[in-house]
């Protein structure tokens, strides 16, 4: 199993970043798929998640109404655009595979990636 992130980089803020998380090795659309963030000296914590068939998406609230989370039609690529990006919104992005979704809660499984730097400059 194989999950690697791409597409971090320096922004400045109020600017806009995509980031992409590609799953390889296992029936990963059968299952939801999540990003979370982990900024330094601070605990991970989740940021947004997308059930199996991309129909159902939850967020934080400090990136709701900016975060998009989606995922392509084969289901083994999540997709987290990031508007309005703050310089509070920096941090190593992590992307999670094959997790549980239910009820708009996202369960992760062990299957995470490097992760991918992003950075907000004021």
């Known amino acids: 199993v194989q999950v690697v992130e791409s597409g971090g980089g320096l922004v400045q803020a109020g600017g806009s970043l995509m980031v992409s998380c590609a799953a390889s090795?296992?029936?990963?659309?059968?299952?939801?798929m999540g990003w979370y963030r982990q900024a330094p000296g601070k605990e991970r914590e989740f940021v947004a998640a997308?059930?199996?068939?991309?129909?159902?998406?939850s967020y934080a609230d400090s990136v709701k109404g900016r975060f998009t989370i989606s995922r392509s039609n084969a289901g083994n690529t999540v997709y987290l655009q990031m508007n309005s990006l703050k310089p509070e919104d920096t941090a190593i992005y992590y992307c999670?595979?094959?997790?549980?979704?239910?009820?708009?809660?996202?369960?992760?499984?062990?299957?995470w990636g490097q992760g991918t730097p992003v950075t907000v400059s004021s």
């Open positions: 999670n595979a094959a997790g549980s979704y239910y009820g708009g809660t996202y369960y992760p499984s062990a299957y």
């Open positions: 997308i059930n199996w068939s991309g129909g159902s998406t």
């Open positions: 090795g296992g029936a990963f659309s059968n299952y939801g």
